[in-house]
C-alpha cells in the first residue's frame, strides 16, 4: 500500500515518485469496478467533455514576456502568428511585487523575468494590434493580479472591446504564493478578501474569463510530489469557495468559472492518474459537501506546464524529448491548455528558436501522434485504473493531515506547508545527488559540457532599464495629477471598508494611469504587509 | 566537521521568490553543524549587510535566480566594505551563467553554486573556504 514519500520515494523501480508501490502486473481485479462514468459526465474521471480533443483541442498557451511592452509585444504577434492559439503574460518581478520601476527594490529587476507593465500607458503598447476580443489571454499574477485584471479590463475599454467578450484567466492565487514562489503583498486575510472582490466582480463584468486559476505547479515545481501538488492545491481550492462563499457569491455561479493549473514532470502514469483522480475528487467534494448540481460548476478545468524542475542545464537538448513525454501526459490527462517550456528554460529566456520547438511540440502531439483521436485513451487500463484509485487516496490522506493541523489558511500563516515543502526539496536534491532518482544528463549518462550544448544564447537589449525608466517618467509627467489622487483616495476609502468591492475603484486608477505601485501602497496602508513566518 | 560554531547568513536579495536552493542550503549547512539564519525573503543589500554585521557571520550566502546577481552581490560586497565586514565571505548561489563566473570572482564573490552541483560539494567547498 502507500507509504509517505518521505521514506520510499527514491525506489524508482517499484515505486512512483509520490510514493504508490507499484506491482509488476496490475490485474483487472485490482483496477477495480470504481464508478468512473462516461466522459463529460459525473464524476469526470473520464474528462469533462463527452468529445474530448474532438470538438475543441487543447489551447497551446506558451508563456512570455520580457524587457519593454514593446518587445514582447513583438514575440506575441510572431507567436501568434506561428501558431499559437492564446496569450500567455509574464511580467517582471517589481509589477508581481507592485513596485514601480522607478522603486529602489525594483532597479536591478527591470523586465529581467517578464515585461514590466507599470501603468496602463505600457498595456496599451502590449497588446497593441491584438484583438482582444479574439484572442484570450492569461497571466500569471497573483499579488498584483486584482490590479493587473482592471488594467486588462481598462485596455479594452479603450481599445472599445466590450468586457463581455474578454476571455483569459488572471492566476490571482495568493495562498499557494506564500508557500512557493512568494510574490505575496498583503497578510493572508485582506489578501483572500482582494481576490473575492476581483472573482466576484469578474463574474458580474467578464462572464467568459476565469478570474482565478488555483495552482499547485510551484509547489509542485519547489519540491513536493504529484500527490501533494494535488490534495494542496484542492485544499486551497474549497479555502476560495468558502471564502467566495462567505462574500455572498452563488457557488453555482462562480464554481463555472474556476479553473486549475499545475506541472506535469516525468512519471507519465502518475501524472495522467493525478489528474483524473483530482477531477472526479473536485467534483465530489462540491458536489457532497457544497450541494453543487449544476453539471458545468463540478468540472475540473486545467491548464498546465510541462518542463520546470524537470528540464536539465546538463545537456539541454534532452529537455526536447522530455517535454514530448510530458505534453502526452497532460494530452491523456485531459488539460484544457498546455504550456511548454523551450529546452532552454533551466538557464535563460528561450530564444526564437528554442520558443518556436516548444510550440512545435505540442503541434506534432496534436496532429501527428494520433493521441487527441479518442476521449480519455487510457481510461480502462489496468494499471491507470489502479494508479488513479491509489492517487485519490493519498491526496485523499494528505487532505486530511492539513485538515488535522487546522486547515490550509493556518498552516499557511504559521509556515508549517512552507517548511514541509523545503524538507521535500532537501529529499528530492539528496536523490538526484546519490543517483536514486535517475536524470540522463546528470547522474546518468554523464559527460563533459561542450561549446554545442546550449545552442543559441538569448541576449536581452541593454536598453531595457533605461527605456523603462524614460517611459514611466513621461507618462508619469502626461497623466491628469489630480485625477489620479482623487482615484487612490477613492481606492483607500474602499479599502477601509469591510464590504466595499475594491474592483471598480481600481479600474478607475488605471484609467488615470496610476501606477502599479501607487495603488499597491494604497492598499497597504489598509492592510499592511505579510510578516514571513521563518521557519526550517 | 568544522562548521560546527560557524555562522552563516543566508539571504534572499531583491525580489526574487525562489526559495527552495537557498532553504535547501540553510537545511544542509545547518546538518553539517553550522548555525544558519534565513533573512526570508525581499532583502534590500542595506538590510541583508545589516543582519550579517549585527550577527557576526562567518560567510554570507546570496540566493539569486532572477538574472539580477551582478548588481545584487557588487551592492551587497560594496556595503560591507563599507561597515569594515570586508573579511565576511560571501557566496552566491541560482541560475548563474558561467560567462559571469569571472565577473563576479572579480567582485569578491568567494564561491559561486549552482543546481548542478551536488549538496556534498557544496558543503565541502563552504568548509575548506571557512576554515
Redesign the interface.
Known sequence: MTKPASTTQHDHLSRTPSGIEVPITVTPEMAGEAALGAPGQFPFTRGIFENGYRGRLWTIRQYSGFGTAESTNERYRFLLDRGQTGLSVALD??T??G?DPDD??????IG??GVSLSTLAEAEILFDQIDLSKISTSFTINGTAAIIYAMYLAVADKKGVPRAQLTGTIQNDILK?YV????WIFPVRPSMRLIADSVLYANEQTPRFNPISIAGAHVRD??CTAAEEMAYTLANGLAYVDEFKRRGGDIDHFAKRLSFFFYVHMDLFEEVAKFRAGRRMWAKMLSERYGVSDEKALQFRFGVVCGGSSL???QPMNNVVRVGIETMAAVMGGAQSIFTCAFDE???IPTENSAEIALRTQQIVAQESGVARTVDPLGGSYYVEWLTDQMEEMIGTIMDEVDAYGGVVKAIEDGYLQAK???R??ER??AT?SGARPVVG?NVGTRDKSESDRGEMFSQDPETVKQVLEKHKRTMERRDQAAVDKALAALGAAAATDTENVMPHLVDCCHAYATVGEMVATLKKEWGEFQ?P?R? | MTLEKKRILIAKP???????GA??I???L?DAGAEVI?T???R?PEQIVRIAVDEDVDMLGLSIL???HK??AT?IIARLREEDAGDIKVFVGG?I?EEDFEALRAEGVSGIF???M???SVIAEVDSQLS
Open positions: 518581478l517589481p508581481q511585487c513596485y529602489e527594490m525594483a532597479m536591478s529587476e529581467k523575468v504564493e512557493a514562489r512568494g510574490t519547489a519540491g536539465t542545464a546538463a533551466a538557464y535563460q515543502i523545503a524538507e526539496a532537501k536534491k539528496e545527488d546528470v514571513e521563518i526550517f | 531583491g525580489l526574487d521568490g525562489h526559495d527552495v532553504k535547501v540553510a537545511l544542509a545547518r534565513y526570508g525573503l525581499r534590500s532572477s538574472g539580477s548588481e545584487l551592492s541560475t551563467p549552482t543546481s548542478e551536488t549538496i556534498e
